[in-house]
């Protein structure tokens, strides 16, 4: 069983900058494949990054490609998302999630933080 509890979100401005951290319960962490995925007001959620075990495999979605940086420590058991030049279209209620394969399927995560408010304002 893994735990997930996200911080870091906050309001910034257009072009700044924010750095999220999920921290994790449970030893098993470094077995899970971490992702982050945000949901806006009346959207669904949607797949931001991932990030496999051993920092080998990492995948972005096109609209944060160049802009976000996913990263873990495993010693720490926590998983973070660097935000550079952020957007207003970023803002979201992010949420890190753990899974067992290597995807980008929200349903496919086992283990879900509770979500941390990003706002972007312009």
């Known amino acids: 069983q893994v735990q997930l509890v996200e911080s870091g979100g906050g309001l910034v401005q257009a072009g700044g900058s924010l750095r999220l951290s999920c921290e994790a319960s449970g030893r098993t962490f470094r077995s899970y494949f971490m992702g982050w995925f945000r949901q806006a007001p009346g959207k669904e959620r949607e797949f931001v990054a991932r990030i496999s075990w051993s920092d080998t495999l990492i995948y972005y979605a096109d609209s944060v490609k160049g802009r976000f940086t996913i990263s873990r420590d495993n010693a720490k058991n926590t998983v973070y998302l660097q935000m550079n030049n952020l957007k207003p279209e970023d803002t979201a209620v992010y949420y890190c999630?753990?899974?067992?394969?290597?995807?980008?399927?929200?349903?496919?995560?086992?283990?879900w933080g509770q979500g941390t408010q990003v706002t972007v304002s312009t």
């Open positions: 999630a753990a899974a067992v394969a290597l995807t980008t399927t929200p349903d496919a995560y086992r283990h």
